[in-house]
Nanobody, 122 residues
Framework: VQLVESGGGSVQAGGSLRLSCVASGRALKPNFMGWFRQLPETEREVVANIYTGGASTKYSDTVRGRFTISRDDVQNKLYLQMNSLKPEDTGVYYC?????????????????WGQGTQVTVS
């Protein structure tokens, strides 16, 4: 699975951005998709993930209520709607795919990664 993110940019605090990730390739459909972010001088952390076989989603405590993960199976796209953005949300955001049989929360659970897109909140 190849993943390509888009939609990052610069926004003022309180603003919104929507990240997109398009998946391609002939590999088996992943069981889970997720958004991670890497803030300056920190390790990559999960932001939100979604089960591709249903509607279940999970969010990190830092973004719950502000961010929404969704997917479009027809267009093979994953989205992250980010509202009420804060300066501490600044970082590189990655789309990732997992092919595991349990809810994946760690970086190592995900086999496929996009190149990342920069989000800057000032």
């Amino acid at each position: 699975v190849q993943l390509v993110e888009s939609g990052g940019g610069s926004v003022q605090a309180g603003g919104s951005l929507r990240l997109s990730c398009v998946a391609s390739g002939r590999a088996l459909k992943p069981n889970f998709m997720g958004w991670f972010r890497q803030l300056p001088e920190t390790e990559r952390e999960v932001v939100a993930n979604i089960y591709t076989g249903g509607a279940s989603t999970k969010y990190s405590d830092t973004v719950r209520g502000r961010f929404t993960i969704s997917r479009d199976d027809v267009q093979n796209k994953l989205y992250l709607q980010m509202n009420s953005l804060k300066p501490e949300d600044t970082g590189v955001y990655y789309c990732a795919a997992a092919h595991v049989g349990y809810w994946p929360v760690k970086v190592e659970d995900y086999a496929n990664w996009g190149q990342g897109t920069q989000v800057t909140v000032s």
